[in-house]
């Protein structure tokens, strides 16, 4: 049976394809897209989250609009990385189907609740502030879910600052709630994420994929590998979002460890870093895990496959 998911995301070139693998793949049943104000305002995402829909031609999918900002801080966005719209680089399709109506937090909420207990993972690439209120407006979602598999954090890196990723910077209360629920969370981080890079190869592979739609994704990674080249002095940009979605179709794709994980809000310089304790032994009951190999490979055909199941009208619709 298809895992249903519901991406909360903050679209973002990464966001994007993650869009895409969960479209695109008959292992995933993609029941709604939530947004949060990251990558660019709340209004910029929300706007690519539809418009990457229409592309991917899966207009049933509802999309709600959640925070326009972090629970506690002013918004930061990463238009050094995503550009002005948030997804500059490629021209988008207009939305035929309109902005679902409701608040993002109460729907996730309703759509939790509504469900069978432990039917629904929930996958935010975005910082986490659309969970982390969710939570706290209705604290029974926590045992409800199946489990969070998140984009954000690192054990042993940082990208918006030197040892703190952008996802959990932006908003590090919210990111503290979700680790510390007792629920189970797969953190895929920048020890994961930084592997699963675009290479020349890799690009030329998908832009000869499923006709338009792979121009369209090799497009995105154009802009994504200038950004990347000019602000974090990578080759080749790291597709971070897609890792959650593709460890869920195939566990395989990750190596992972259990061990606590915790976030450090207090100001200062280590302001966003995900605190792991990777000192032995695993233990195996603890609630958290992190993501630390990435089996590259797998990862780019899952991508490649969605790609090609969407061109050929077997994605999600
Ligand atoms: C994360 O930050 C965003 O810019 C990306 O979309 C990804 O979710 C990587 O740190
Ligand atoms: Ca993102």
Known sequence: MAEKIILDSDPGHDDAVAILLAVGSPE???????????????????????????????TSIPVHAGCDRPILRPMENAASIHGQT??????????????????????LIDTIMSNDPKTIT????????????????????????KRVVLMGGAVHDGNWS???????????????????EPWDVTMV?????????CTPEVQKRIENTGGE???????????FRKSYQDNQDFVDPPVHDPCTVAYIIDPQVLTTRRCTVDVQCGEGPALGMTVADLRGPEDPTCHT?????????????????????????????
Request: aromatic share 6%.
């Open 189 to 197: 981080g920048l020890d994961v994420t930084h592997k699963a890079l």
């Open 86 to 107: 948030g997804l500059d680089g490629v021209d988008l399709p207009k939305p035929t189907r309109p902005l679902d109506e409701g608040h993002a937090v109460n729907w």
């Open 289 to 317: 895990q992190v993501g630390l190999g990435l089996d590259f490979d797998r990862f780019w055909d899952l991508i490649a496959d969605a790609i090609q199941n969407i061109a050929d009208g077997k994605g999600q619709h």
């Open 122 to 145: 929930l996958v935010p690439t975005g910082p986490l502030t659309n969970i982390a209120m969710a939570v706290r407006m209705e604290p029974r979602i926590v045992d409800r879910v």
């Open 28 to 58: 995933i049943d993609l029941l709604g897209v939530t947004t949060v104000g990251g990558n660019q305002s709340l209004d910029k995402v929300t706007y690519n989250a539809r418009a990457v829909l229409e592309e991917a031609g899966a």
């Open 213 to 223: 739609l792979g121009v369209f994704v090799s497009h995105l990674m154009d802009f």
């Open 162 to 180: 030197p040892c703190a990723e952008f996802n959990v910077k932006i908003d590090p209360e919210a990111a503290k709630i979700v680790f510390n």
